[in-house]
């Protein structure tokens, strides 16, 4: 990072704001310029010292930074790409799906630039804006990298040092792997969330549904309390994935509902209990690290 | 409570356990005996000074007990009735449906005695053994109490100022409400995440899947930690309620599916957001109280 004076954050929202306030925490000189639609993100910024400038344009961030992190939802990371082009600094962006991004440089340059890293820190919070900032964000968090072949080792290097700086985990898989295994984890999950919430909230007693919502449906509906324009990209942008994941949940979904509806015990209760020693498996594996 | 000298519990695990160590805690001169299966439970109870007497059969129990409190998965609790037979004191029960209950008495008895008063504590945890014994479980929980028109005003007393003096707050309302109600906010949440922690096992790269469990996934497999035999018996004893529900979930599951597939960007964040506001709203609640 001595090479890096002047970063760049396109968004400052949750995770925007929150590396701008970790790098500021760590590196005393750091010049920290960003860019946000809403001005008022901005100005919250350069009230709390969060950043030093706040740009009119991408184009001030071209100009003057080192590293540029685009911060913004997929589908607004895709709506500024071509105003970076040309930037000759390291990029990376931390969208929660990497396929577009790499279809759109193709589209508009014929492949993702060298110096560009893609970027996925798994970290993030019911909170999604610049009021929420946490220096400590991303600290023994994993950010997931999916470089190219085409990418220059020295910006995945400079990229792994930005986020190491930040405290966190770095790891590094092919773009389908991510997006698959995001899926998995998060996506599917917050579908499933937010369409129970819809549901239940739709049936009229919902004041009563949250009432007596003590474990299962509180969790639900945390992960419901989201942002809805960045989940709305997410499953727009990963939908291949997505949609693939959710017909065989809803087929395995269908099979348990056959076993109740036929109280078939035994073969309910096995598969009640292959979930929970998976889950059990996973507690124990985090119980030693 | 003034006379209610000793009491009864019939299962001692997390709920049975925790209702032992409250009455202890509160009421110096309290006499407890409790029934299990597993004498290992017993054992425990009586080595922590939970319990006063492990009995040998439900027969000690209702030979010398004021107030019976069964604490068993459903299933269980219908196949210890026929001994709680002719028993003279106070019964009520920590089942998480109710109908299975009365639907087992008609069948013994004709009807639910006056003297039973079904009951349901919106508590509990991952842990379920009675190692896990916490005197304030209930401190601040609701517990839902689901009397009939038959059962005797004072026995509805009885149970009421049983889970008062645990500090829970006592919600009267009907069998079938409560087991609608409890199919939306805790069994089909709990059928989601079961499905979807076996989904995501089986391919295969669970060890990953866990990995990246930021959010969503966590909460998922948090919930999929619980007794399979006891949502076995709740999945099982509520089918009625459960599988009417789960047709209505797949029903929205499947339309947001297709906003996704069609690329319906509109239609998709007004889901979405609407979601959220329910959400919103329920904090909102929550945060006046």
Redesign the interface.
Known sequence: MNSIRTVGVVGLGLIGGSIAKGLKARLPGIRIIAYDNARESLEVGLASELIDEAADSLDVLTDGCDLICVCVPVQQIEKCMPALEGFKGWVTDVGSVKAPIVKTAERLWGELPANWVPGHP???SEQHSVHAADADLFVN??V?LTPLEITAPTAVKMVREFWNLLEAEVIVMGVAHHDD??A??????????????????G?G?????????????R????????D??M??DI??TN?GA??KL?Q???G???E??DL??E?D?EA??S??????Q??????E?QSKL
């Open positions: 798994i970290a993030g968090h994993k997931i295994i995001l998995q984890t998060s996506h599917l999950p917050h579908l499933l969330a937010y369409t129970l919430v819809d549901v239940l909230a049936f007693d919902e004041r009563e549904v949250f009432d007596y919502a003590a474990g299962g449906f969790d639900f509906s945390r992960i419901a309390a989201s809805p324009q989940w709305h499953f727009i939908r997505l949609l959710l065989t949940f809803m395995a979904l269908q348990t509902a109740i509806e109280g015990s309910l209760l598969r009640l209990e292959r979930a929970k998976a889950r059990d498996y996973f507690s594996l």
